[in-house]
């Protein structure tokens, strides 16, 4: 096992960690202090197309759920974001930007409604549970903020499906895009939703009971070997093609959810009791003076993004990318960055100064690209 | 550079990061969503003759500061921690545990009292910015709550004080431990404390404005020559020696302050406006069912503890060790575990059950190891 962390307790292992090492695991990040796989045997690339036609067993434990329950608990959900989910339904999974008092993103995650007063928010890698707890107790609320002992598993790639019907029937095939349902595993029920860090289909179970971690594993991997199923990770080309964002990386405290083209996911047109509506709203009307947009440029394949590359227009800083790779489809470099306003028209020619000195051209392209 | 991590942006660099690459870091933890170098060429035991001898450079960036300002304060301050600043002076640095309504410990940073109406707490790897922002928002505080651009520079070793004064005074040897002053540097002025994560002694300087971060350390770097300054980093068997507890390893939220022999950070004896403070007193006149210790055990130079080791007495198990290492000084492994009550005493026999598979005699020893 790789120990490029000084592994300790303080790293969380997940329930499938065992399970990762055994699979060839070649080393890790750390999200919400856990460990997350990053790499198996076979380069980016490689994992890349095997995503696009295949399945892939992803340990995202790392999602760590907030559950919020009780009385008060749909008034403590909607207080953190911008997006009505008055209408949400139980079974439903709700991408929600949550934001502070001046509408600055603390965590971009999918909420899922379990009961009228029961959440979970599926984190993005910031301690959502120390602010959800802040909240109830300086508000006095009638809540509980917990978090439980669920560990989410994906299974991504167009072979999700079939396997998973395989192993858990028809009713698999019921399940809609960002819904969950229920399977029975080794006796007990647990939840499955049709979502996942990818475009390319899939299924996450938020297995609750660390201890049927192997098992669970182990049952998909078995069942999983005639769709030529292998280990993966979040792939960082499927993910920027795919114009999948990452807290911490294209977003921080420092911006706001329009910025970052979450409007579908901002409830603007009604009023709402969410603490940074009003601030939200008010930026609206003025207009953001940066957007999030997907940049294509040349120059060769692109080292790591391990610090943000500056984009230029002439001499003007027009933004900075903060994830890029080489896609091995598109024939460029794709990169995100946020983009000032009078740059980010898409097909803007551009110039990113990547890490390794080289000056390198590009356009603005859309998001997701094509 | 080592890529260990997938380097990105998500997990933040720090303004003395170029140089501690320049100085040949091998690797990085991660702490507070930022790097924490790991280790230099030598290993974690030359590392710590070293330390005991002359004078180490570390970049402690990770060590954030919560800043909390405003007429609210003090008191949103002390409703997070069961210590009682009401006593604290300008120019302190206590020890406080962050716990919340149930007791439960959730960070154990350092307070810095700027001001009557400003505090830095200097934390550990937990995002307490969140959690203060939350009890402030939730209950409508007048205080601001931020993340000042603050990156804590450690000088640690016995050569520290010879070495500072050198650069910035006499005026430093009146710094008294966990108190601060101010020095003058390019021209700004920057705090500097007499503290650190070692037992060597040493101080800190919290430097304010990243810009300035390369010229403190190479500042720091060129004076320290002489006096066989070395790039460092915590030193394992050193903190473990000296009882110097690591939130995530030692302690979680399922843990209370008591548990951690913090009692003399606890006011117990008086009412304070600290939510958690009914709870705790509950905690004391029951009295705690385990408590931190040292292990002293034996059968070899120990692996890396990457997850708890069980300690049993017999049949039954006692604790787990949570942090632990060979000590070449005292010629057995030393180790952290919170240990049952009916077994804590001094000089207890104990098998540790390590990772390697080896039963490992040993007994339970007062903290810090002598």
């Not at 990053?38 to 890349?48: F, G, I, L, P, W």
């Not at 990452?246 to 977003?251: L, Q, W």
């Amino acid at each position: 096992m790789s120990d490029g962390l000084n592994m300790s307790r303080r790293i969380r292992r997940t329930p499938y960690t065992d399970s990762v090492e055994a699979a060839g695991v070649q080393g890790f990040s750390v999200v919400n202090h856990m460990l997350l796989p990053k790499a198996y045997a076979r380069t980016v690339e490689e994992d890349y197309w095997h995503l696009r036609e295949h399945v892939q067993l992803w340990d995202v434990s790392c999602q760590r759920q907030v559950q919020i329950t009780g009385k008060d608990a749909t008034r403590l959900v909607q207080w953190m974001t911008p997006r009505d989910i008055s209408g949400a339904k139980i079974g439903d999974c709700l991408y929600v930007p949550i934001i502070d008092q001046n509408a600055s993103l603390l965590n971009d995650p999918v909420l899922l409604k379990l009961a009228d007063d029961q959440y979970w928010l599926s984190i993005a890698d910031s301690d959502v549970l120390l602010y959800a707890k802040g909240l109830a107790l300086g508000a006095g609320l009638d809540v509980g903020v917990t978090e439980p002992d669920v560990s989410p598993l994906a299974i991504q790639g167009p072979k999700a499906e079939s396997l998973l019907v395989g192993l858990f029937g028809e009713k698999i095939r019921d399940i809609a895009f960002f819904k969950f349902g229920w399977i029975e595993f080794a006796g007990t029920q647990q939840l499955i939703a049709r979502s996942g860090y990818s475009r390319q289909g899939g299924f996450e179970i938020y297995l609750r009971g660390a201890k049927l971690g192997a098992d669970l594993w182990d049952t998909i991997w078995q069942a999983g070997k005639v769709y030529n199923i292998a280990p993966g990770c979040p792939n960082l080309i499927e993910r920027i093609e795919g114009g999948l964002l990452s807290y911490g990386n294209e977003m921080t405290s420092e911006n706001n959810p329009l910025e970052l083209g979450m409007d579908k996911f901002c409830t603007l047109n009604k009023s709402i009791d969410c603490m940074g509506h009003d601030a939200l709203k008010a930026i609206a009307t003025q207009g953001v003076s940066k957007q999030i947009r997907g940049v294509l440029f040349d120059g060769g394949p692109c080292p790591n993004c391990a610090k943000p590359w500056p984009v230029y227009v002439n001499d003007t800083q027009v933004g900075q990318i903060t994830s890029a790779i080489w896609s091995p489809r598109i024939e460029r470099n794709v990169g995100l960055s946020l983009i000032d306003k009078d740059y980010w028209s898409v097909g803007q020619s551009v110039t990113v100064h990547s890490s390794d000195g080289k000056l390198r051209t590009g356009n603005v392209s859309q998001l997701p690209f094509t």
